[in-house]
């Protein structure tokens, strides 16, 4: 078999995800015929296949040693450093490239990806609409069925929603299912902007059409999970809890095949924890104050993190930052291995005098454009890092979001969650467990640090708002500022996340308890709920 065919069938491995095969394969080509760029390209998009990110990096680093403008090689690796955090120079990579060759398509959709990490929606837009164009201007035929047109599509109605540009999402969506009447993603989008109601046609024929499309038997995976979690919401608006309960079932059961759970590493992280913690002084902190005052916004997903943070970021003095993985990253890098804590490590950096884990953490924020001294950070699960918080960020503030357990659970269950850290989401059983675990890491922290912790109750935030705002504020030392009183007209703190709809409204209490509508269908997980923690 010739080197054609061998790279061919590696090829074809690399579509089908068998990334382990193409490692083997280019590795046993590479002994053969070394310091091939295409061979070591290929190499390092396999690794990067598996989210190997690291080993990625280095081959596509040896590729470009060998061919200094390999632009696919370049690009790859602006997409690698981009995953690891390392902004800077995946920005200069994405840079390079458009320098070398302005026309190719795949650096202005990935740098406009890598924009939108940075809060810069306006310049994410921008580059999309350039790639849309240079598609148009480069695929003279069969344009209606361009994938990659769709998704460029996609992503820039996004970008559009993110920042509550409603009428230019819309606008865009019905333009990709007029290219594709079955596009499930677009379909799942335009769900979440609609209030399906018997009286509203538009509504009632939108949920006729994803119906039609979820009843082709030929449909893939993919496709079945949006329509199921998008039918699902459909069926919720209209009451219909029955209906609602079968597809979202549905939709959760085909990510559970997809994706598995990882609800065992979060216990084994969540156990260490607690376990490292338990001796540990955490009123002893490291002596270098963070430059920045950091408002940590954390609580169980779906728990009003979103709501609290756009409160919150609608303050003339603060900046929202939006769901960061920033700390986890940082963390992660300097203490644990194995879902286990470096407990010697961790005292040691506790005691330094230089405070390289704040530092690390705010090197991230280099790119952004602001100029605010109070910065948001709106990752719901960095509950689990509160004592790191306490010893490395002093200076800031918690406020820990928590809800009605059966209502949290129930909201958790109706979404589908792009994050594989969110893949223990995808099972009832998981579902509560993990909600269980959460209780238990949070009752430790409240124990053990009870002052420095503000717990923030939903119900009590959508009917008593102006109270509970005044209370958030005078914790977070905030003067009062009116515009946090009306968060849903103010849009400087773009949304990333599936509460994006919910978020942009005026405060409302429709979904406190409305988990008694879904109690005969979800009692496997309502049952394992333990209330008492």
Not at 229 to 257: I, P, V, W
Not at 395 to 410: G, T
Request: hydrophobic share 35%; charged share 25%; glycine share 2%.
């Amino acid at each position: 078999m010739d080197l054609v065919e061998k790279v061919k069938i590696l090829n074809n491995h690399l579509k089908a995800r068998n990334f382990s095969k193409v490692i083997e394969g280019c590795l046993r080509i590479s002994k053969k015929i070394p310091n091939n760029s295409y061979i070591l390209n290929l190499t390092g998009m396999a690794y990067q296949g598996l989210a190997q990110h690291k080993n990625a990096i280095y081959f596509f680093n040896e590729a470009i040693k060998i061919e200094t403008n390999n632009i696919a090689a370049i690009n790859n690796l602006a997409n690698s450093l981009k995953a690891i955090g390392d902004f800077e120079n995946s920005k200069f990579n994405y840079e390079r490239i458009l320098k070398l060759d302005p026309n190719y398509i795949n650096t202005y959709n990935n740098y406009a990806n890598l924009k939108t990490l940075l809060n810069d929606y306006e310049g994410a837009i921008d580059l999309y609409k350039k790639a849309l164009i240079l598609i148009k201007k480069n695929y003279s035929t069969a344009i209606s069925l361009n994938e990659k047109l769709l998704n460029i599509m996609f992503s820039l109605a996004s970008a559009h929603l993110s920042i509550n540009q409603t009428d230019e999402t819309k606008k865009i969506v019905n333009e990709i299912i007029d290219i594709d009447p079955n596009h499930a993603g677009a379909h799942k989008l335009l769900s979440s902007l609609i209030k399906y109601n018997i009286e509203n046609s538009e509504s009632m024929e939108h949920l006729r059409k994803m119906q039609n499309i979820a009843n082709d038997n030929n449909l893939n995976k993919d496709k079945k999970i949006d329509l199921s979690f998008a039918l699902g919401k459909s069926y919720d608006d209209l009451k219909d809890y029955q209906r609602a309960y079968t597809y979202l079932e549905q939709g959760n059961k085909l990510r559970f095949e997809k994706f598995g759970s990882n609800y065992q590493s979060e216990l084994k992280l969540i156990k260490n924890i607690i376990d490292t913690f338990k001796d540990i002084d955490l009123q002893k902190q490291n002596s270098q104050i963070p430059s920045k005052k950091i408002i940590f916004i954390c609580g169980m997903p779906r728990s009003g993190t979103t709501l609290a943070e756009q409160i919150i970021a609608s303050h003339n003095e603060v900046y929202g930052a939006g769901e960061l993985i920033y700390l986890q990253e940082t963390l992660t890098n300097n203490f644990i291995n194995e879902h286990k804590i470096n407990k010697q490590r961790l005292i040691d950096f506790q005691n330094a005098k230089y405070n390289s884990i704040v530092n690390e953490y705010l090197n991230h924020f280099n790119l952004y454009n602001f100029s605010e001294k109070i910065i948001t950070d709106k990752a719901p699960q960095n509950f689990k890092w509160i004592g790191f918080i306490k010893i490395f960020f002093p200076n800031s503030k918690i406020i820990h979001c928590y809800r009605n357990p059966k209502d949290n659970c129930l909201s958790l269950f109706k979404n589908s969650f792009a994050s594989t850290m969110m893949n223990w989401a995808n099972d009832q059983e998981d579902i509560a467990k993990y909600y269980n675990l959460y209780s238990e890491l949070m009752k430790f922290w409240k124990d053990k640090i009870p002052n420095f912790i503000y717990n923030l109750e939903y119900e009590s935030l959508v009917n008593n708002k102006d109270i509970e705002i005044k209370k958030i504020l005078d914790f977070c030392n905030l003067s009062l500022d009116e515009k946090c009183f009306n968060h849903q007209d103010n849009s400087k703190t773009p949304i990333k996340t599936v509460s994006i709809s919910q978020a942009r409204q005026p405060i409302y209490n429709s979904s406190v308890n409305l988990n008694s509508k879904y109690d005969k269908y979800l009692g496997k997980m309502f049952n394992l709920l333990n209330t008492n923690l």
